[in-house]
């Protein structure tokens, strides 16, 4: 069992600076792509950001060049720096991560959630 634990969500004011954070535990051997979906009310969860095991990163559209991942494999941990923050990106932001199951025969990919963190946007 793989658990996620996130940190570092809060209230901030436009143009602020939020720096989340996602560490895995647990029994695996390792972990493919990582990522940060959010979820405003309303409105369906959507892709934030996402990194691969190798560090390749993919953006929304709506926070490239404001947010950054990254990831620290050797803590299982990945991180999302968002900057000139706006009030649009209030939502619950949630860690994901994609893993092998562990055994032998066709590889199974597992998909794990954390249990959100709150970031709101406000003056």
């Known amino acids: 069992q793989v658990q996620l634990v996130e940190s570092g969500g809060g209230l901030v004011q436009p143009g602020g600076s939020l720096r989340l954070s996602c560490a895995a535990s647990?029994?695996?051997?390792?972990?493919?792509?990582m990522g940060w979906y959010r979820q405003a009310p309303g409105k369906e969860r959507e892709l934030a950001a996402t990194?691969?095991?190798?560090?390749?990163?993919n953006y929304a559209d709506s926070v490239k060049g404001r947010f950054t991942i990254s990831r620290d494999n050797a803590k299982n941990a990945v991180y999302l720096q968002m900057n000139s923050l706006k009030p649009e990106d209030t939502a619950i932001y949630y860690c994901?991560?994609?893993?092998?199951?562990?055994?032998?025969?066709?590889?199974?990919?597992?998909?794990?959630w954390g249990q959100g963190t709150q970031v709101t946007v406000s003056s």
């Open positions: 647990g029994s695996f051997f390792s972990i493919n792509a």
């Open positions: 994901h991560a994609e893993i092998p199951e562990k055994g032998w025969g066709p590889q199974v990919l597992k998909h794990y």
């Open positions: 990194i691969t095991s190798g560090g390749g990163t």
